[in-house]
């Protein structure tokens, strides 16, 4: 007997799965280094109940954030006229620096390269850079304290995270360069 034939909505949807169970196992890696850092960070022994209230921490704060970016990205798709999951499609096209053809989406492209351009993460917002420098240097400060008092695991998370706000400022210039192209292609 044969098999049916996929279309592009099937694979469109096995994708959208995809996605789903990335973000999933995201929260559970979160969560379980929320866990490793509660439990055993700087205290020399091991405490799995700060583990747990950690892990806790992280997964609310996550499930919080995710709960607050869809609502807001449902009340933007709703304003446009369109779903939420074809106006996240047309932002990711947008932070590609692709302009979409279908005229609804491009009124959605043009909505979203105007908010990004306002956007504290721009490099048109003059304080991005000097923010993300200055929160590079108080990680790396914080590195160098927890070093000094020998908790070389909160050193390491410190430089962990004085890396990735310097990858963030890296990647400024890519983003707004990307944001550009969108903005040609649309024509704004």
Do not use: C, K
Not at 15 to 38: D, I, T
Not at 44 to 49: L, M, N, P, R
Not at 135 to 150: E, H, M, R
């Amino acid at each position: 007997m044969a098999r049916p034939v996929g279309t592009g909505t099937d694979a469109g949807v096995s994708r959208e799965r995809l996605r789903v169970v990335g973000v999933v196992l995201a929260v559970l890696v979160a969560a379980a280094a929320g866990f490793l850092a509660g439990g055993g960070f700087g205290t020399g022994t091991a405490d799995a109940v700060r583990g747990l209230v950690v892990a806790l921490a992280v997964g609310l704060l996550a499930a919080g954030a995710t709960v607050g970016v869809w609502r807001v990205n449902r009340r933007h798709a709703a304003r446009l006229g369109i779903s939420t999951s074809r106006y996240l499609r047309v932002a990711r096209s947008v932070r590609r620096g692709e302009a979409p053809d279908d005229p609804v989406e491009r009124a959605a492209a043009a909505d979203l390269v105007s908010r990004m351009r306002r956007g504290p993460g721009s490099v048109s917002h003059r304080w991005a850079p000097r923010l993300l420098i200055g929160g590079g240097v108080l990680w790396g400060v914080a590195g160098l304290v927890f070093i000094a008092d020998d908790a070389y695991g909160w050193a390491l998370y410190a430089f962990a995270m004085m890396g990735l706000v310097l990858v963030q400022l890296v990647s400024l210039r890519r983003r707004e360069r990307r944001l550009e192209a969108a903005a040609r292609g649309l024509g704004i």
